[in-house]
T-cell receptor
Framework: DTEVTQTPKHLVMGMTNKKSLKCEQH?????MYWYKQKAKKPPELMFV???????INESVPSRFSPECPNSSLLNLHLHALQPEDSALYLC???????????FGSGTQLSVL | AQKVTQAQTEISVVEKEDVTLDCVYE???????LFWYKQPPSGELVFLIR??????QNEISGRYSWNFQKSTSSFNFTITASQVVDSAVYFC??????????????FGQGTILTVHP
């Protein structure tokens, strides 16, 4: 199984809603990532977990809250988002920091 | 600081043409890793290749080839005999193995490749 599975694929939420994005991998990878990608732009790193501990936080606003419950799961909790947060949110995993990343197909998020 | 520049925003070719996507990088570290990823219209990024800074050997994989030149800080990607299925956005990326950017993958702006039948 060489897949990274993200749910949901699409999400529309209001600015007062609370929602969560989920990501799962069963490749035994110990590094997991959240990226944000706006249309026609490259992915931007948000968070990195290594061995289930948050190791990189790219100064992301607190309305985004990551969680790594175990080595296979990664969540991104969303609260009080702004319309400018609308984007494709990509999860990825890798064996280590400098190994190839396996990406999920992403969650297309729209904030109204 | 690390930076990746893909000067070609969009390239359009006709099937069977060869096409080269340019990538120029900047880094102060001596140990780093370079990558190419493909993002087809479906949206999922797909890994193509990884190179470390100590390995300047060029690589060929089927119709794909990569030319890594440290002297010009370039890591160019060539598709030979392009096909419609090669249409995608291609990203070059850099990860430093030192300093404050340790482990962070920096992407270039991407090159949109369209291959017409």
């Amino acid at each position: 199984d060489t897949e990274v599975t993200q749910t949901p694929k699409h999400l529309v939420m209001g600015m007062t809603n609370k929602k969560s994005l989920k990501c799962e991998q069963h490749m035994g990878h110990r590094a997991m990532y959240w990226y944000k990608q706006k249309a026609k732009k490259p992915p931007e790193l948000m968070f990195v977990y290594s061995y289930e501990k948050l190791s990189i936080n790219e100064s992301v606003p607190s309305r985004f809250s990551p969680e790594c419950p175990n080595s296979s799961l990664l969540n991104l909790h969303l609260h009080a988002l702004q319309p400018e947060d609308s984007a494709l949110y990509l999860c990825a995993s890798s064996q280590g920091f400098f190994e190839k990343l396996f990406f999920g197909s992403g969650t297309q998020l729209s904030v109204l | 600081a690390q930076k990746v520049t893909q000067a070609q925003t969009e390239i359009s070719v006709v099937e069977k043409e060869d096409v080269t996507l340019d990538c120029v990088y900047e880094t102060r570290d001596t140990t780093y890793y370079l990558f190419w990823y493909k993002q087809p219209p479906s949206g999922e990024l797909v890994f193509l290749i990884r190179r470390n800074s100590f390995d300047e050997q060029n690589e060929i994989s089927g119709r794909y080839s990569w030319n890594f030149q440290k002297s010009t800080s370039s890591f160019n990607f060539t598709i030979t005999a392009s096909q419609v299925v090669d249409s995608a956005v291609y990203f070059c990326a850099l990860a430093n193995a030192g300093g404050t950017s340790y482990g962070k993958l920096t992407f270039g702006q991407g090159t949109i490749l369209t291959v017409h039948p």
